[in-house]
């Protein structure tokens, strides 16, 4: 069974980092583009960020975390990262990976995404 398994949520003060992991089990993801989700109470899941490896790694993010949060992925340890830095109260969330297969430019859709993690908490305080 795939799965996507991330890790390093947690609670942190505003202008805090963290770096959050997402370690498939199952099979590669090396084809497949990558992205952060992110969801907070009472809010529709939004994207965060996406890394593409067919078109040699192109990253994509919201306006609200660019210059902030960053993609970047490991193929070796195929596992894709998330850096936040400055985080804010705002970026509260359940935050989420997925991968998908198609090949256009719906990175943003959740709706895109063929696999999903569990999640993992991100909780800044103010």
């Known amino acids: 069974q795939v799965q996507l398994v991330e890790s390093g949520g947690g609670l942190v003060q505003a202008g805090g980092s963290l770096r959050l992991s997402c370690a498939p089990s199952?099979?590669?993801?090396?084809?497949?583009?990558m992205g952060w989700f992110r969801q907070a109470p009472g809010k529709e899941r939004e994207f965060v960020a996406a890394?593409?490896?067919?078109?040699?790694?192109?990253?994509y993010y919201t306006d609200s975390v660019k210059g902030r949060f960053f993609i970047s992925r490991d193929s070796a340890k195929n596992t894709v990262y998330l850096q936040m830095n400055s985080l804010k109260p705002e970026d509260t969330a359940v935050y989420y990976c997925?991968?998908?297969?198609?090949?256009?430019?719906?990175?943003?859709?959740?709706?895109?995404?063929?696999?999903w993690g569990q999640g993992t908490q991100v909780t800044v305080s103010s």
């Open positions: 199952g099979r590669t993801f090396s084809g497949y583009r």
């Open positions: 997925a991968a998908g297969s198609r090949y256009d430019n719906t990175y943003y859709d959740p709706r895109a995404y063929d696999y």
């Open positions: 890394i593409i490896n067919w078109s040699g790694g192109s990253t």
